[in-house]
């Protein structure tokens, strides 16, 4: 990522309101650097991991993004800023329909949304330049590097319930895919055919 695009991602991140995205009552903890509970057993990311997934995907004004697990929409936003086209999926219909309406008051266009199983994808759009996963699966999803543009990165969290590795994938141009572990994180399980107990089947 050039230190340009790099800075601007960071400045407008320090000036997103969390809080904007926490409809209960822990709207009055937005600001520390922590996970909260939005509700149906979905948490919002710390921030400081948001801001690192977003700065994994190496964003620009070019990519379409697929996003799986929409929930309140706070990383929603940042892809949608820095990014030509969303594509985001949530299987949980009141969490989407929650930050569809925050989306819309804050007046993006480029933000398509999809209530259902985040396990497939969203392959109708395909192949995306980008992916964010932000549900812990039991396994690298194959379906999402099918889904993967040639030259495409994807940011997944994979491994067992507690802990998990915060992997970065990447495809080349010969379609050979790349992963390097960028860290250890908690994550919510991915729910469908990679969750924890899909992966054991």
Request: one cysteine or more.
């Amino acid at each position: 990522m050039d230190p340009e695009t790099r800075q601007r991602i960071i400045h407008f991140f320090k000036n997103l309101d969390r809080s904007f995205f926490i409809d209960n009552e822990n709207s009055h903890l937005a600001y520390q650097d922590r996970a909260l509970p939005i509700g149906y057993d979905q948490t919002i990311s710390q921030p400081s991991l948001v801001l690192e997934m977003t700065l994994q995907l190496d964003l620009n004004d070019y990519c379409r993004v697929l996003e799986i697990g929409t929930g309140s929409g706070y990383q929603t936003v940042l892809l949608a800023e820095f990014s030509s086209e969303v594509y985001t999926v949530e299987r949980i219909p009141q969490l989407s329909l929650k930050a569809q309406k925050r989306i819309e008051q804050l007046a993006y266009k480029n933000v398509h949304f999809l209530i259902g199983d985040g396990s497939q994808g969203w392959p109708e759009h395909q192949p995306y330049d980008r992916i964010i996963v932000t549900a812990a699966a039991g396994r690298l999803p194959v379906v999402f590097i099918e889904q993967l543009a040639s030259g495409g990165r994807m940011v997944i969290p994979v491994g067992p319930p507690g802990s998990q590795e915060l992997l970065l994938v990447e495809k080349s141009a010969d379609h050979t895919v790349s992963c390097r572990s960028i860290g250890l994180v908690s994550f919510v399980e991915f729910r469908g055919s990679y969750g924890w107990n899909a992966a054991d089947k």
